[in-house]
Structures are given as structure tokens and as C-alpha cells.
């Protein structure tokens, strides 16, 4: 098969698309043929050379993927050749092929173009892992994300809605904060003209910023707040004012998704097939896709989600 290829620490060029051995399914897992694979931070980061993929993960960069089952392993439950599907992935998925853990694979929901489906694996379940099961997010509750125009901020923000809950959103131009309001948002913020903490006051945030944001998300949360960080665009490293924290009786929750072992993967899987799917069949949510680029250019795909000018997903089309 062929796959996109790091083929040294650098800018977008090192990604060469090359033929590769094909993968076979081990028990337990699902070979899928590659129909699109969605694009992540996270792989510009594996390409920089700061975000090596598990142990016994694939090398090639990609979180997500959807696709059709072409062969299944033994001990692979509620999967079978032939269905059309989506999956959380360690990597791999700028492949023609991958195989995957049967408790990473999800159905493809009803009311969405297959190409389409390739953005929500990553996004659904980060969203809903942490917003829904960790900060345990509840109707009229007041959730702000930070990043609103990324593919997590574009999906959190209908979720949290469709949800019963109140959404406020940052962004960097009038033009995402307009895109944001028309996704459901009640509140924007533009971080370059104002401080989200002297306007929002939020009993969920979801931040992919990380050290630039701590003080002022502990400034914005209520009393009772839930601080769920997901990224570290911002820094990893703060001063944390803990009699702040005290007084709000106010929790603060790391995450991240990618190397979780399977089961733990399929327990998010299992609640997202369950509670967000229906939503995204009924068109309550909706996958908001900024480009589809085929997979052999996946350079430019890197340099469009570099530019930070994209609003939604960038997918990468076999």
C-alpha cells in the first residue's frame, strides 16, 4: 500500500507519499481500507518530531479515519467485512490501509458522506470524554471553549448545545467569531481585543491552550468550576494561584486521548456511538469540514492547518 511517510523531523515537505508493507490484522483488530483521514494538531507535531506515536502504533501520522471494513482479525466483536465505519487510531491514518483495535471502530453514522465521517472519530470522542465524562457538563451549565474554530471548537460548541447548555467561544477574527455564532455559540470573544476572563464567567472550559491561559481560565470559572485542559499551544509550564482555586471549590483535569489502551478508547467509543451519533443523524450536529486535500498532498493540508486560517476539519480524500 501506500502512506504518507515522515521522512525526517521538518516542515510540511518531509511528508512523502510511499509504498509501504500493507498491514494485516492481529486478533482483536479491524483492517480498513482508507477513505479520507482526518488532520490533527497533533500530527504536525509527530512530523516536528515532538510527538512520537505509542508503542506498536503505526509510524504514519493520523488519529482518524474512516473507511470499509476489508478483513477482521479473530476475537473482533460487532464488526464485520463490507461495513462502512470510522476509528480512533494511535496512527496510521494517512494510509491507503489500516488496521485498528475492533473497540476503536465505530459505525458510520446515518446523514453524513462517508468522506465526511473521516472528522469526527478524534473530535467526537475527545469532546465527549472530557466536556460530558470528566467535567460532567449539565443542561443550563455554562461550557466556553477556547480554540471555538477548530474542528474540537466547531463540535463542542454544537454538542454543548444540542446538550441544553449556554456556549461561549474564542477566537482570533470577526470572521470565525461570526462562524461560531451561526454554529450556536451565545457568546464570542475575540482574544486579540478583549480578556475572555473579564467577560465570560463559565462552569466548564475546554482549553487547548495550557500555561498562557491558566490564571485567567481559574478567573472565568464559577464556583464549582471544571478546568479541562487538552492541549499545551500556550506553554506547559504555570504558577497555579491554589488559594483561587480553593475558593472556588473548582477542579482542574488533564487529558489526553492518544495513547489510552484500547479498552479504556472503547469505553469513549461505546458512549459516543450511544449518545452523539443520533444527534449527528438527526442533523442536531453536523461535521464542519474546511477542505478536503487528497492524501498524497498531505504537505499542503499541514501548511493550510499551519496558517491557522482554517474554521472546522481539514480532511485528507484517498
Known amino acids: 500500500m501506500r502512506a504518507i511517510e515522515i521522512t525526517r523531523p521538518g516542515p510540511p515537505e518531509v511528508l512523502e507519499w510511499r509504498e509501504v508493507p500493507d498491514p ?14 482526518g488532520v490533527n494538531r497533533a500530527d504536525l507535531l509527530q512530523r516536528q518530531g515532538f510527538y512520537d506515536p505509542p508503542p506498536g502504533a503505526p509510524p504514519y501520522p493520523g488519529l482518524e479515519v474512516s473507511g470499509v471494513v476489508a478483513e477482521i482479525g479473530e476475537d473482533v466483536e460487532h464488526v464485520t467485512p463490507g461495513d462502512e465505519v470510522c476509528a480512533l487510531l494511535a496512527g496510521g491514518g494517512y494510509a491507503e490501509r489500516v488496521a485498528v483495535p475492533w473497540q476503536q471502530v ?23 470524554s472530557n466536556v460530558f465524562m470528566a467535567a460532567r457538563l449539565r443542561r443550563s451549565e455554562t461550557l466556553l471553549v477556547h480554540g471555538g474554530a477548530s474542528g474540537i471548537g466547531t463540535f463542542a ?3 454543548a448545545k444540542a446538550f441544553g447548555s449556554r456556549v461561549a467561544a474564542t477566537a482570533g477574527s470577526a470572521a470565525k467569531l461570526e462562524r461560531l455564532k451561526e454554529l450556536g455559540a451565545d457568546e464570542t470573544v475575540d482574544y486579540h481585543e478583549e480578556d475572555f476572563a473579564e467577560r465570560v464567567a463559565a462552569d466548564v472550559i475546554l482549553d487547548i491552550i495550557g500555561a498562557k491561559y491558566l490564571s485567567r481560565n481559574i478567573r472565568a470559572l464559577r464556583t464549582g468550576g471544571r478546568l479541562v485542559i487538552i492541549g499545551l499551544q500556550g506553554g506547559a509550564k ?13 477542579t482542574v483535569h488533564g487529558s489526553t486521548l492518544r495513547a489510552r489502551p484500547a479498552d479504556e478508547k ?14 449527528i443523524s438527526a442533523g442536531a450536529v453536523r461535521p464542519v469540514v474546511y477542505a478536503e486535500v487528497p492524501m498524497a498532498e498531505a504537505a499542503e493540508a499541514h501548511r493550510m492547518m499551519e496558517s491557522g486560517e482554517h474554521i472546522g476539519k481539514i480532511l485528507l480524500v484517498r
Open 24 to 37: 494485516r490484522p492481529d486478533r482483536g483488530e479491524v483492517l480498513i481500507d482508507v477513505v479520507a483521514a
Open 106 to 128: 465505530m459505525p458510520a453514522p446515518e446523514g453524513v458522506r462517508l468522506v465526511e465521517v473521516a472528522g469526527l472519530p478524534e473530535v467526537a470522542c475527545t469532546v465527549w
Open 157 to 159: 460548541i454544537q454538542l
Open 238 to 250: 504555570a504558577e497555579i494561584d491554589l488559594g483561587a482555586l480553593m475558593a472556588k471549590r473548582a
Open 266 to 279: 472503547g469505553v469513549i467509543v461505546r458512549g459516543v456511538v450511544d449518545n452523539v451519533w443520533p444527534l
